[in-house]
């Protein structure tokens, strides 16, 4: 939803699951794709992975209620480039 109000940006889709979320980044080829780790299905971080594989320049950015480092460092090590 913040997003969603910022003038300067344009929500092409969300995901309920890590499946649909690695469908939809290849269907609507984002220019920043935001990933709840809360996300159901597969591994969030394989997610990552999966979307990385696909495209080595995708930009992702991790959001998750999580403030322990061993989140953090695994989000980027999966190819995240940011994490909230």
Do not use: W
């Not at 690695?22 to 990552?48: M, S, Y």
């Not at 979307?51 to 995708?58: E, N, P």
């Amino acid at each position: 939803m913040l997003l969603a109000g910022m003038t300067d940006m344009n929500v092409l889709g969300e995901a309920d699951t890590g499946e649909e979320a690695c469908t939809k980044f290849q269907t609507h080829a984002p220019d920043v794709k935001v990933i709840d780790l809360n996300l159901p299905g597969i591994g969030r971080l394989e997610a990552i992975r999966r979307i990385i594989h696909r495209d080595r320049q995708a930009k992702i950015l991790v959001f998750s209620i999580h403030d322990e480092g061993v989140y953090v460092s695994r989000a980027l090590e999966a190819g995240a480039l940011g994490y909230l």
